[in-house]
């Protein structure tokens, strides 16, 4: 029978035995610090269009209400 590892109160925790048991870090998708992935270029551009054509739709709408 294998032997059954020391769990908490979750059961979903991994208890880390040995010397370097505080220097076990998380793997890499558990880290909530994992920056997000730059967007790509096109991406960047796509997001640029579609902030001006809001600022031109508010600036008409503004217009509209101002006059």
């Known amino acids: ?3 059954q590892h020391e ?3 979750r059961h979903d925790s991994i208890v ?3 010397d370097d048991a505080d220097h ?3 793997p890499p998708e558990l880290d909530p610090f994992t920056p997000e992935p730059m967007p790509s270029e096109q991406a960047r551009n796509v997001m ?3 902030i001006a054509i809001v600022v031109v739709i508010a600036l008409v ?4 209400i101002v006059r």
């Open 16 to 18: 880390v035995e040995g």
């Open 1 to 3: 029978m294998p032997e």
């Open 7 to 9: 769990t908490d109160d």
């Open 61 to 64: 709408v503004l217009y509209t």
């Open 48 to 50: 640029w269009v579609a």
């Open 24 to 26: 076990v870090l998380p």
